[in-house]
């Protein structure tokens, strides 16, 4: 056998990545920006999302989806983070009972929140989410004020029903 196509054995003990082909996190190696083809160009600031804020997504926005919203290296996630220190189906974020949480799927380099590596977390705004390498900061939905816009809309629509209601009415008695 030709010592130049001998295929490497790892060292003892050692693996070169994780069951899903995740690369091992070495954290001193950093690449340039990747744009994740689900981030979100839109803008929609009134939903929860995460926000990168550090290479390789800093600066990208990616809005949560209803009450469940799946992250990971796979294409078919929610949001998809083409990083080979995410796992394929890394982590869901939850919405349940009013609340935001963050649950860990069997992910090779862990699921952080605010540094503390967890399986299952409530986040609150500001928390900062790590994924492998790729970090982010949670940010809620209920920003100043997007509550009360909400209200007002709700309240509108109540006043606008009992209008219509009245108008009805006043017809039925002219009758």
Do not use: C
């Not at 209601?165 to 017809?171: F, M, P, R, S, Y």
């Amino acid at each position: 056998m030709n010592p130049e196509t001998k295929s490497k054995k790892e060292p003892e003990g050692e693996r070169a990545g994780g069951p899903q082909g995740t690369t091992l996190l070495d954290t001193g190696f950093i690449d340039a920006e990747i744009v994740s083809p689900s981030v979100d160009r839109e803008g929609d600031v009134d939903r929860a999302a995460l926000v990168g804020v550090a290479s390789p997504f800093e600066g990208q926005r990616f809005a949560l989806l209803g009450s469940k919203t799946t992250v990971g290296r796979h294409p078919g996630n929610d949001i998809v983070l083409p990083d080979n220190s995410v796992s394929s189906h890394h982590a869901w974020i939850l919405f349940d009972d009013g609340a935001y949480r963050l649950m860990n799927v069997l992910s090779t380099n862990g699921s952080f929140v605010n540094e503390r590596k967890t399986h299952d977390t409530v986040l609150s705004d500001g928390d900062r989410v790590r994924f492998g390498r790729a970090e982010f900061v949670f940010r809620g939905a209920a920003r100043a004020g997007s509550g009360d816009a909400r209200e007002r809309n709700l309240t509108w629509v109540w006043l606008g029903a009992v209008a219509i209601i009245a108008a009805a009415l006043a017809v039925v008695m002219a009758l």
